[in-house]
Nanobody, 120 residues
């Protein structure tokens, strides 16, 4: 099971930190990904990180503004989002998968999503 939290309403230029706690069989998945889905649009890749910390990767749209990290002791992955823009408004989902990938089809487990709204 994946439990995402931390979404909310923020002004453009502001920051939010999302968290995703893994439990049960999801803790054995080596890769954690973040995806987002804006209204009327397809779900898109945001970032991933390995539990080992050896690899992380970002989409071009968030690179330099978002940082993904993990706390293995807490089975929790974070997405620190800075310099937020109105176009970052979306429901953000965390996911767990067997290997690094930007395709959502690779990820086996999904959290329920948390809404991020960035006002202009």
């Amino acid at each position: 099971q994946l439990q995402a939290s931390g979404g909310g309403l923020v002004q453009a230029g502001g920051s939010l930190r999302l968290a995703c706690e893994a439990s049960g069989r999801t803790t054995s998945a080596p890769v954690m990904g973040w995806f987002r889905q804006a209204p009327g649009r397809d779900r898109e890749f945001v970032a991933f990180i390995t539990w080992s910390g050896s690899s992380s990767y970002y989409s071009d749209s968030v690179k330099g503004r978002f940082t993904v990290s993990r706390d293995s002791a807490k089975n929790t992955v974070y997405l620190q989002m800075n310099s937020l823009k109105p176009e970052d408004t979306a429901v953000y989902y965390c996911a767990a998968g067997p290997h690094i990938a930007t395709s959502m089809r690779i990820y086996d487990y999904w959290g329920q999503g948390t809404l991020v709204t960035v006002s202009s």
